[in-house]
């Protein structure tokens, strides 16, 4: 494959710094007990959703993950309402209802990230199944970790779009801890990418800190999809810096050259160390991108600040859609 | 009017409404060409073909959560559970996904889904294909509980399922199956939280679900040979719950007696009569009454499963130390 231009490049550029600063800035503002609950960030694994959901429409769908944040920046969801549901306020995606675990967005057809792990399997094949039925072109994306890999989910829901050969492509993020059991110790055959072959379905491993890479077998497998050819599988090797949750250092089962082994293979920099070695670009343009996310994050995180709490007066509603 | 059987009438429903609707499909095991394990979609085939009658592997979660995202999507599947028992396999996608997405999405997403199958004892089905669990779907917000008695019944109530946005689950007995009773010709529908009075009484309200309204009315009979006059409510949906037909009942009649095939702990009888007592106290003579299955699995040499299952005379009985009282 030949290299993308310039503006594109750039744009994954720009996409995998909005997830790097939005969850950073998410870190930060956890800490400082601006955000509730539990989250689980994506720092260190953005050229997974940045190069897959790089050649999805507005149409298509997406299943996530518990540590689904960068899913739906990367599927176009406006970091402001992402950044207020983490705050729990009312102008978030979900209204304040779902939080960091319980991300949804009609419109930019993110059908939730979820607090049970695999459960962003049977939401992109089921909306694969739905984009067939209906006769539309529009494909889906299933998003899950290593853990989720081991769920009997994936069994189920990788034989079934074989044999109905949908539109969907999964995507397995292995970040190389299911929370803190190692994916050597829990994967018979330490390869997902391998398990493919069982459910007839072409599976590919790819370096997950290359967006390019993963932009290419992206592509290739979305096509497919597109085409009506079926399902692919696609195993990114990635790695995430921080633990499992914010709270979990993430030393207690690894170490910290491992750690520090994967951060200098960091997807961020491999890419701006491509664009400037190629000269395809200068490094002012890549503080400019920086400056400007800055400015972006700091407008979600002044958006969300100045959010409304939920009222709790209609705590009630909403339970069904036609109501009891 | 014609008289069809209960599992007629369930195969009209969907058929009727599969036509009517293009966005309904149907995922089951057996419910293509074989036209259901119980006849509940023979016939349908050669209208509908595979692209709308899906004959699935045995994947229950795998398909379900399918189900619950293409309901999502636009379309509205009906998935054919076959024995209410396999749903345990599906259960983190009804509760965690189905019931509750549409409130934690913040209303941006609908789940119409129908899940329905069979339940209940009295086949010696054994411990894997007897399961009554519709009071634990009860318990979680987002889930409609549909638990028709009658041919009529099921057939309206079903229709509404499938018209309906949410996620609704539809029990069904086996032991109903071959039933038959009046079912007009013509189209017609019957809402959810409209509990019926199948037989008026004036001395004890039997409030009776599914199989148990044939057992109640059979009850209601015996007892008018000994003077006493019970009236049996059948509640029809659990989710929603008629409150007012049925405390009017109570209230009518002083005294109340739960009979249902489920398991009592925090069941429908224990719903009824906190009901009762928080809002019909004052109207009691005696204390309230529930009749379940015994809380032991299901057992299957039939000796052994009539002596769980509640009996005419465990009914008669209760009701006759009640009105010594």
């Known amino acids: 494959m030949g290299l993308p231009d310039k503006d594109f490049l750039l744009a994954l550029y720009r996409q995998m710094l909005v997830i790097r600063r939005f969850e950073e800035t998410a870190a930060r503002t956890y800490r400082e007990g601006h955000i509730p609950g539990f989250i689980h960030l994506y720092i260190g694994e953005e050229a997974v959703a940045t190069g897959v959901c790089a050649h999805l429409t507005k149409e298509d769908y997406v299943g996530s993950t518990h540590r689904g944040h960068a899913h739906a920046l990367a599927k176009g969801v406006p970091l402001r309402v992402v950044m207020a549901e983490l705050w729990g306020r009312s102008t978030g995606c979900s209204g304040g209802r779902g939080g960091s675990m319980h991300l949804y967005s009609r419109e930019y057809g993110l059908l939730g990230t979820n607090g049970i792990v695999g459960y962003g399997i049977p939401l992109g094949a089921g909306a694969a199944f739905s984009a067939r039925y209906r006769g539309t072109s529009q494909v889906a994306v299933a998003f899950f970790g290593d853990g989720g890999a081991n769920i009997g989910c994936f069994h189920e829901v990788l034989n079934l779009a074989s044999i109905w050969r949908l539109p969907v492509v999964f995507v397995c993020e292995n970040n190389l801890y299911a929370t803190e059991l190692s994916f050597l110790k829990a994967t018979a055959g330490q390869s997902i990418a391998a398990r493919a072959a069982s459910y007839a379905m072409p599976g590919v491993e790819v370096d997950g800190q290359d967006v390019l890479a993963v932009y290419e077998a992206a592509g290739e497998a979305i096509a497919r999809a597109r085409a009506g050819d079926g399902p692919t599988l696609i195993e990114c090797r990635t790695y995430r810096y921080h633990g499992h949750h914010e709270g979990d250092p993430g030393t207690d089962y690894r170490t910290q050259e491992e750690i520090e082994a994967w951060k200098k293979r960091d997807p961020i920099q491999l890419l701006a160390k491509r664009l400037l070695g190629d000269e395809i670009a200068t490094q002012g343009e890549l503080d400019q991108i920086g400056s400007e996310v800055v400015t972006l994050i700091q407008d979600a995180i002044d958006f969300s600040a100045q959010s409304p709490w939920p009222s709790p007066q209609d705590v009630a509603t909403g339970v069904f859609a036609n109501p009891i | ?325």
Not at chain 2, 183 to 206: I, K, M, N, S
Not at chain 2, 295 to 304: A, E, F, M
């Open chain 2, 1 to 325: 009017m014609r008289e069809i059987r209960y599992i007629d009438a369930v195969r009209e429903a969907q058929w009727e409404e599969m036509r009517r609707d293009e966005a309904i499909f149907m995922f089951g095991e057996g419910i293509g060409p074989r036209g259901g394990c119980f006849t509940q979609t023979r016939g349908m085939w050669p209208e509908f073909g595979e692209k709308r009658l899906i004959d699935t592997p045995l994947s229950e979660m795998g398909f379900t959560g399918i189900a619950i995202a293409a309901a999502m999507t636009g379309l509205r599947p009906i998935v054919d559970i076959m024995f209410w028992d396999f749903a345990y396999e599906a259960i983190g996608q009804i509760i965690n996904q189905a019931a509750r997405i549409h409130y934690m999405s913040n209303g941006q997403f609908k789940v119409p889904v129908v899940i329905r199958g069979t339940i209940g004892v009295g086949q010696s089905a054994g411990g894997h294909h007897s399961c009554r669990s519709y009071p634990l779907y009860t318990q979680m917000p987002g889930l409609k509980v549909v638990i028709p008695a009658t041919p009529y019944d099921v057939k309206g109530l079903l229709k509404t399922a499938i018209r309906d946005d949410d996620p609704v689950l539809v029990f069904e007995h086996k032991g109903l199956f071959n039933t038959t009773g009046p079912v007009p010709e013509e189209e017609y529908t019957v809402p959810f939280g409209q509990a019926v009075v199948r037989r008026e009484g004036t001395d004890v309200t039997l409030v009776a679900t599914s199989r148990m309204v044939l057992l109640a009315l059979e009850a209601a009979e015996a007892l008018a040979n000994e003077g006493i006059s019970a009236e049996v409510v059948d509640p029809r949906t659990l989710v929603p719950l008629d409150k007012e037909t049925i405390l009017g009942s109570i209230r009518k009649t002083s005294r109340v007696v739960v009979v249902d095939e489920a398991y009592s702990p925090c069941g429908v009888g224990a719903e009824i009569a906190a009901l009762a007592a928080d809002e019909a106290f004052y109207y009691l003579d005696a204390p309230i009454k529930r009749v379940h299955t015994l809380s032991v699995p299901t057992p299957s040499s039939p000796p052994l499963e009539q002596a769980v299952v509640p009996s005419l005379e465990r009914v008669v009985g209760t009701v006759r130390e009640m009105m010594r009282q």
